[in-house]
């Protein structure tokens, strides 16, 4: 899909919070309001949901997030590839949360902001490269570039060969890639290269994955 800003508000409500006057945020689709009163909240949504052709559907914009929060959406819930493209994709924000809160009943609200958020956004693989100053005394020189990930795609960094390919699409599968390529370029560098160009061990390995987080592997 293309890189597209998400218009949207997801509000997280937990029975706890405080609201001490009205708070307008003017917003293009739908509407969503929040009151709080000595007992409690009050809350209203419309169904809004525009679609790539410029047409509405309807949206659930409100949806329970355990005993004591609730989940509402404001804005655009979902985005749509343009009208007329051969594989159209679309990203639903409700319905990525309706389906993590059915699945997760007695959640609380800040386990559903966190894990909602991981949900609906995309995976990317954020590189900044720095060079050296040109002249003494100056900052170096910064690069920065951003890429959305998907299953399959790999970034190597490094070592002097232009041609290696990473295999697998699951975590598994590209550590043994990754395995194999680092003892190739080892045994390549032992050979051949020195300072700036080598490449040796050990090797260090690590996964990250929604359910356990960042984990070191050992191999």
């Known amino acids: 899909m293309p890189r597209i ?5 997801v509000c997280f409500v937990v029975a706890t919070a405080a609201l001490a006057q009205t708070h307008v945020t003017p917003g ?36 329970p997030a355990g005993k ?12 749509q590839d343009p009208v007329g493209r051969p594989v159209r994709e679309e990203v639903s924000v409700a319905r990525i949360a309706s389906a993590w809160l ?21 995976p990317v693989v954020s590189i900044t490269r720095y060079f050296i100053p040109a002249a003494k005394g100056k900052a170096p020189r910064a690069v920065h570039a951003s890429y959305q990930a998907k299953a399959g795609d790999a970034w190597i960094l490094g070592g002097s060969r232009q041609n290696w390919k990473v295999t697998g699409s699951s975590i598994q599968e ?8 680092l003892k190739t370029a080892e045994e390549h560098s032992s050979k051949t ?16 994955t929604l359910k356990e987080g960042f984990a070191v592997v050992n191999r």
């Open 5 to 9: 800003v998400l218009q949207a508000v």
């Open 28 to 63: 293009r689709v739908g509407m969503v309001m929040v009151g709080k009163a000595s007992d409690g909240f009050a809350l209203a949504t419309d169904s809004a949901s525009t679609n790539a052709d410029g047409t509405l559907s309807n949206a659930q914009k409100l949806l």
């Open 68 to 79: 004591n929060g609730v989940v509402l959406f404001a804005g655009a819930v979902s985005i």
């Open 102 to 122: 059915d699945s997760h009943r007695d959640t609380t609200i800040q386990s559903a902001e966190t894990e909602i958020n991981a949900a609906v956004c995309k």
């Open 174 to 181: 590209l550590l043994g890639s990754f395995d194999s390529i």
């Open 193 to 208: 290269a020195r300072g700036p160009l080598a490449v040796i061990p050990p090797n260090r390995f690590a996964t990250i």
